[in-house]
């Protein structure tokens, strides 16, 4: 390919849109172009390193023994009817109407399709197991898109879905894909790490994300010292440590005048104590039914864990109103002592001695609060929140806090979509049987930005060979003069024939510039034709990543490169 002929729009200066290093890369080295917030175009040389992102993710998919089928992004409301999320999907899934009136969204997830297709091809245990997978354009409504492809309005993904006999048939199908998602990260050059992570909006038992951990990356992790734990924020759990036992604390509780103080801090400061001493209650409403939730205050309250725990579909902060009728006091005066309402309690506060909270009465505190004595909660459930230096749950050394980007998600859904799409299958037996499921999401969009994000310097991006939209990139020095145009032309061909992605930048433009445009796009492999070296009879091969350039004989040129390629 002839730089001339194709279009890299690069520029100078960095795009006032873009606020993370892979979003500026991807505008300044010409591989994307914004439509409009969270809608943009691939140039041709962005569309070529996601064709080769595309193409590692259909190879391990294929290889891991999953078919490769292609399903609507346009579907009928009522098939996320029957899986009750047509509600639950809330805002961020894009609805329509077609001419005839009848509601219809625009796929963000195709559990449904999936699920209502095989509830009809597939009966019997015979046909059992299979793995479908397509890669595709999926939409999502997001609030904020921001950070380029990493949360955009329309992007690609691959999404896949196991059907199996039973939860061990199912563990060997999760256990293929999450193989296949190690080795796809791995050929595009991604270091990631495994967490465990929240079901979410998709639901099911049991998840691992695959995150390429970033400092600019929109999810929290936890990861141990010393073992293998690593969790998402959402999910992470840790170990609890001795109940939190002040001295001198099974006085009888007490009531303490707090005029205004409604938050920790002024609570602490009057006290002139640890926030870990004062019992933070929120009142919720748990799928509509008031109830408090106490944390120590020194951290706060995992909602996420909360609603998965409780089995609940909605958990929300409860109104004014509610509040004042369910503690009899205002916004800040809830504590657990005497309330009518169901209490959950942090598993931090089991045994917990000699506490302050709110009375459930005005511009009051109670001291010398015990559990157990004056209050004894429904549960101690694990719901706060976990930080850096928390206790790691597996073998309590400490736990450090991480960024990441989620590329990769695995789920253990077991029978939440074939039991509502009546998905059945015959056993040897002639027993009928629900299918069950698992489902695995690649954002193809976002690991093309993340291997960006994860591989770049001061010049520009570093491109892994696996994935760069052309391996090698010839700089003919002066293009008018014959033999350097020559030499460059025929490295070209001799390297397409060998399967090799090259392009040769004959613009007529001052080295220095193509020196500069070579390295922001970042071509793993630049060679300089020069007419000084060609009358020596050699050309130099430098590798993006590396500060030193080589010298090396026009005869072994080809060979030389192409050994670089496959390595
Ligand atoms: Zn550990």
């Known amino acids: 390919m002839f730089w001339s002929k194709t279009l890299i729009p690069t520029l100078r200066d960095d795009p006032g849109e873009a606020e993370i290093p892979s979003h500026k890369l991807m505008l300044r080295a010409g591989l994307l172009r914004k439509l409009s917030s969270g809608l943009y175009t691939f140039l041709p040389l962005g569309f070529k390193a996601l064709k080769k992102v595309e193409l590692i993710v259909r190879e391990e998919m294929d290889k891991a023994g999953a078919m490769e089928v292609l399903m609507p992004a346009l579907q009928p409301r009522e098939i996320w009817e029957t899986s009750d999320r047509y509600k639950t999907m809330g805002a961020s899934m894009f609805r329509l109407k077609d001419r005839q009136q009848r509601d219809m969204v625009l796929g963000p997830t195709h559990e449904e399709v999936i699920t209502e297709l ?82 979410g909006a998709i639901g099911g038992k049991w998840s691992h994300e695959f995150m390429v951990l970033a400092d600019t990356g929109e999810d929290g992790i936890v990861e141990c010292t010393k073992c293998e734990y690593a969790a998402n924020l959402e999910r992470a759990e840790r170990a609890i440590p ?121 511009d009051t505190h109670l001291i010398n609060v015990c559990a157990g004595r004056d209050f004894q909660p429904a549960q101690f459930i694990d719901i706060g929140t976990v930080k850096e230096n928390d206790l790691c749950p597996r073998c309590s050394e400490q736990l450090r806090e991480k960024r990441g980007i989620e590329v990769g998600h695995v789920f253990k859904l077991g029978t939440k979509y074939s039991e509502k799409f009546n998905a059945i299958y015959l056993d040897a037996q002639g027993q009928k049987n629900t299918i069950v499921m698992g489902c695995y999401g690649i954002g193809v969009t976002r690991t093309l930005q993340s291997i960006i994000e994860q591989s770049f310097d001061e010049n520009g991006i570093i491109w892994p060979l696996s994935v760069a939209p052309y391996q090698v990139v010839i700089d003919v020095l002066d293009p008018k003069v014959e033999k350097c145009m020559s030499v460059g032309l025929s490295l070209m061909n001799d390297l397409e024939k060998k399967g090799i992605d090259v392009i040769l930048d004959d613009r007529d433009e001052r080295p220095g510039v193509k020196f500069k445009d070579a390295d922001l796009v970042g071509f793993p492999i630049r060679v ?40």
């Open 118 to 199: 095989v509830s009809h091809e597939l009966n019997s245990y015979k046909q059992l197991p299979k793995t479908f997978y397509q890669i595709q354009t999926k939409f999502r409504d997001e609030i904020r898109p921001r950070f380029g492809l990493m949360r955009a309005k329309e992007f690609i993904m691959k999404d896949a879905y196991s059907f199996d006999i039973d939860i061990n048939a199912a563990d060997a199908s999760y256990k293929a894909m999450y193989d296949a998602y190690v080795r796809i990260f791995e050929r595009c050059g991604l270091r990631t790490k495994v967490v465990e992570a929240d079901t």
């Open 242 to 362: 001795s109940p939190i036992y002040f001295p001198d604390s099974e006085k009888a509780i007490e009531e303490v005048a707090t005029p205004g103080m409604k938050i920790v801090d002024e609570v602490s400061g009057f006290f002139k104590c640890d926030p870990k001493r004062i019992i933070k209650t929120i009142i919720y409403l748990i799928d509509g039914n008031p109830a408090a939730v106490c944390v120590s205050s020194d951290r706060d309250i995992n909602e996420h864990k909360l609603a998965r725990i409780l089995e609940a579909q909605t958990v929300v902060l409860a109104d004014a109103g509610t509040i004042l009728k369910s503690t009899s006091a205002e916004v800040g005066y809830a504590g657990p002592v005497g309330l009518k309402i169901p209490v959950y309690a942090d598993l931090g506060l089991r045994d917990c001695k000699g506490m302050i909270s709110g009375a459930n009465k005005n």
């Open 528 to 567: 300089v034709v020069g007419a000084r070296n060609i009358d020596a009879g050699k050309i130099e091969i430098k590798l993006r990543k590396e500060k030193k350039a080589d010298l090396v004989d026009v005869v072994n040129a080809v060979e030389t490169i192409y050994n670089i390629c496959k390595t």
